[in-house]
């Protein structure tokens, strides 16, 4: 999508990178636009104006210009509402912008996904909560054309809350004769609990959680998260 100038658009920063001596290079996350890269002119100068903007997970209005690959930030402006994180939380936040740079194409608009990221932000802001990465991590797979089939077996049978199941990633879930041992064995009731986004019983929120890692894993060809690396050490410290 080629555009000459763009005007008051929603956007978050999701990694940026030095260019040249005084300039960056900013990868964001539009409401409009999905995921591109900006020329920052100048923002590593002491005095510009876009230095202290240019932060990851805080709300942004932005201004470009320009038809190439990487067209020119003209300007940006900090919307406010969401309070600095840190500790997990900000670990958790990595770990979402690392999904969106790693999965998500190029100027390719997901406006709903693009709500979903900024509430699920707002919400790391207070307790966080693990149900809340899952919540993502569905509703991200779903944007993508990945969602995952809940509510029927793959024989279009409706899911048993007791039974157990295989996910077979290109056919659903197969029901077991007795719970299976991989990431991609859950439970019937996990299934449905993950369809109504409720992460009240333990045992759905652990299989989710396995489920989720290893479709993750599937579709970034087994690519190892850096985030997911860091703070599985941080745990082991």
Known sequence: MHRNKVDGQPAFVLHSYPFRETSLIVEVFSRDFGRLALMARGARRPRS??????????PLE??????????????AEWQGGQPLLSGKALFCAYYLNELLLQLLPREDAHERLFA???????RFAGPLQEADLRGFERAFLQE?????????????APIDASGNY??????GPVK???PGSS??????KTLIDLARDDFSDPRSLAEAKQLMRALIAHY???????????????QEL
């Open 183 to 188: 990431a991609l064995s859950v439970s019937g």
């Open 220 to 234: 970034t060809d087994g690519k190892s998260l850096q985030t997911r690396r860091i703070f599985m050490e941080l």
């Open 49 to 58: 104006v876009l230095r202290g903007l240019l932060l990851a997970f805080q």
């Open 176 to 178: 077991l004769a007795r």
């Open 116 to 122: 979903v990221y900024a509430q699920t932000l707002r």
């Open 62 to 75: 932005l201004a470009w210009t320009g038809k190439g690959e990487v067209p020119t930030l003209m300007k």
């Open 166 to 171: 295989a996910y077979e990633i290109e056919n």
């Open 144 to 156: 993508l054309g990945y969602g995952l089939t809940l509510e029927s077996d793959a024989k279009g």
